[in-house]
């Protein structure tokens, strides 16, 4: 089946800094989510993005569909922003819509 | 509206006995999932409903596990005789379909801890 790899795994930044986190999927996809799982264990829909680019504040995402890549860019950076984030894709192949996720980037921002 | 709400919140069972987790989807999605999440890893499909359709239960790991749907409202997930390794997240995910897009959404999940 389909390989969904994130990276960094684990990210520690300062408040304020800028970071960009990678999702790399072995095969074509129907669709690409990124969420943030907050301490609460609660998933936050950040993108909805099987391909182009989108912003929203602070947080913009790009999906290269034809070179099996997404990029989720955090620009000053709060503690807030401290959590897991997700990747997750719809494979085209079968799948019924059902979401493979990667096994996330966790970051730490410090104030 | 309303998001995706799942019950209870917690639960502790001993080994062996069943378990009946509930999930309320988002009015007029017709799509419904439902994922686990074993502690500090990612989301592991189990089944999803869609409309009258048969639904997909690839992901369920064992016979124990079983999920029901009534129409496109409520879904129960039942774990017959559980075991340790059940101890998990459980959570619902809702989406609408077709023109109206795919975008998943989630529940905050049920905390089963099997001792």
């Known amino acids: 089946g389909i390989q969904v790899e994130q990276s960094p795994p684990d990210l520690i930044l300062q408040e304020g800094a800028n970071s960009t986190l990678r999702c790399n999927f072995s095969?074509?996809?129907?669709?690409l989510q990124w969420f943030h799982q907050n301490p609460w264990g609660q998933l936050i829909n950040l993108f909805y993005?099987?391909?182009g680019t989108k912003q929203n504040g602070r947080l913009s995402a790009t999906t290269v569909a034809t070179e099996r890549y997404s990029l989720l860019y955090i620009s000053s950076s709060q503690t807030t922003d401290s959590g897991v984030y997700f990747c997750?894709?719809?494979?085209?192949?079968?799948?019924?819509?059902?979401?493979?996720f990667g096994a996330g980037t966790r970051l730490a921002v410090h104030p | 509206g309303a998001g995706v709400s799942q019950s209870p919140s917690n639960k502790v069972t001993e080994k062996g006995k069943d378990v009946e987790l509930r999930c309320d989807p988002i009015?007029?999605?017709?799509?419904l999932y439902w994922y686990r999440q074993r502690l500090g890893q990612g989301l592991e499909f189990l089944i999803y409903?869609?409309?009258?359709?048969?639904?997909?239960k690839s992901g369920l790991p064992s016979d124990r596990f079983s999920a029901e749907r009534t129409g496109e409202s409520v879904s129960t997930l039942t774990i017959q005789r559980t075991q340790q390794e059940d101890s998990a997240v459980y959570l619902c995910?809702?989406?609408?379909?077709?023109?109206?897009?795919?975008?998943?959404?989630f529940g905050p999940g049920t905390r089963l801890t099997v001792t």
């Open positions: 995910a809702s989406s609408p379909w077709g023109t109206l897009g795919y975008e998943q959404y």
């Open positions: 095969d074509s996809v129907n669709n």
């Open positions: 993005i099987p391909s």
């Open positions: 997750a894709v719809v494979p085209n192949s079968g799948g019924y819509n059902k979401l493979i």
């Open positions: 009015s007029g999605h017709t799509a």
């Open positions: 409903f869609q409309g009258n359709s048969a639904p997909d």
